[in-house]
């Protein structure tokens, strides 16, 4: 199917085939992983479901849905070009209030499969559940491995603005000259993302999810950014990336913003049919999206929000309130 938007034509398909553009598959992940050719893709990059109890699971014994993700990763690195990118973004999987950080686990899987690991990155987020019996979760991870040696790396099309750039030298051949990189400097491994937009809204309107404007109906979605930094340093134009868990096909629209071809699965009909509308309101310029590198809004101290509720103060229940 070619959908037309704007004058851009789109190649669409439902399989992965020769010549597409982008596909959403509608099926299980290991059925369509055993059809698709060996070394045609550069970057897998997906959020597998963590065995948690979400709506879209079934929950395994922890040591079969370990074996089950060993097998899907098996296929992904057969799929993948040996120049290629595997990136998987983890949380924890959590039995009887007892912690199992899942990146552990999938690193010693990678290994096994022979592939090698160029960043574990911390993905930061100012907001998620409050834990009443541990510190409460902030951050996940995306463990990147590649398949060998010689990668793909486009430092150039992911820096960010230098934190000091008028920080000059004061020795050598350098004294007295701005020190650091104009075109930016390196992102490193620690990102801060917002999980949904809501460092903005927060401050104005109560109601944040559904205000959001990235949000639907699926409880685990990427924010978009997060895959397209990903997608701009792990691959060319033109390259195949593929998700094989693809939910609502935020990586799809990562990928086709940056001129990539994108293949993504999922088993759920209703996830499939909105990856598909978000696809297809991206080509079209209509999807409502966090844009790309903004920063992530700092409170200025006088928001309602940050003041102390009278309540609070009346009945002496803060400490820090004087
Ligand atoms: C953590 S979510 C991924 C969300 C996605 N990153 C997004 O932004 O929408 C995991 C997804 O895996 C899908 N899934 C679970 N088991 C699957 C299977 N056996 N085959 C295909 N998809 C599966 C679920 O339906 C769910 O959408």
Not at 170 to 188: A, H, I, L, V
Not at 223 to 246: Q, S
Not at 255 to 271: A, C, T
Request: proline share 6%; hydrophobic share 35%.
């Amino acid at each position: 199917m070619e959908i037309q938007l704007h004058g851009k034509k789109i190649r669409y398909s439902e399989d992965f085939k020769e010549g597409f553009d982008t596909a959403i598959i509608h099926n299980d992940v290991l059925s369509v992983l055993n059809t698709l050719p060996n070394e045609s893709v550069a970057l897998i990059v997906t959020s597998p479901p963590y065995n948690i109890g979400k709506p879209y699971e079934s929950p395994l014994e922890f040591q079969d849905y370990l074996r089950w993700q060993t097998a899907v990763l098996q296929e992904c690195v057969r799929i993948l070009k040996p120049n290629g990118s595997i990136c998987w973004e983890v949380g924890n999987y959590v039995s009887d209030g007892e912690v199992f950080p899942l990146d552990v686990y999938f690193y010693t899987i990678m290994k096994g499969l022979h592939l090698k690991m160029r960043n574990r990155i911390v993905w930061h987020f100012r907001h998620g559940l409050h834990a009443s019996k541990r510190f409460s979760g902030r951050y996940e991870t995306i463990l990147w491995f590649t398949k060998g040696d010689r990668y793909v790396f486009n430092l150039d099309a992911v820096r960010v603005p230098q934190k000091y750039p008028g920080k000059l030298g004061y020795k050598g051949d350098s004294k007295g000259r701005p020190t650091g990189n104009p075109r930016g400097m390196n992102p490193s491994d620690k990102w801060e993302i917002v999980l949904r937009d809501w460092e903005n809204e927060l401050w104005d309107i109560p109601n944040v999810k559904s205000n959001h404007p990235e949000k639907t109906i699926h409880p685990c979605q990427f924010p978009i950014e997060l895959i397209e930094r990903l997608v701009l340093a792990l691959t060319n134009e033109g390259d195949v990336i593929f998700d094989p868990f693809v939910g609502v096909g935020s990586s799809l629209v990562a990928g086709l913003e940056q001129n990539r071809k994108s293949v993504g699965v999922d088993k759920e009909k209703n996830y499939t049919d909105i990856a598909f509308a978000r696809v297809t309101e991206a080509i079209n310029g209509k999807l409502k999206r966090r844009e790309f590198g903004k920063p992530v809004h700092q409170p200025k101290g006088n928001e309602k929000i940050l003041r102390v509720p009278e309540e609070w103060k009346t009945a002496k229940l803060s400490k820090w309130v004087q």
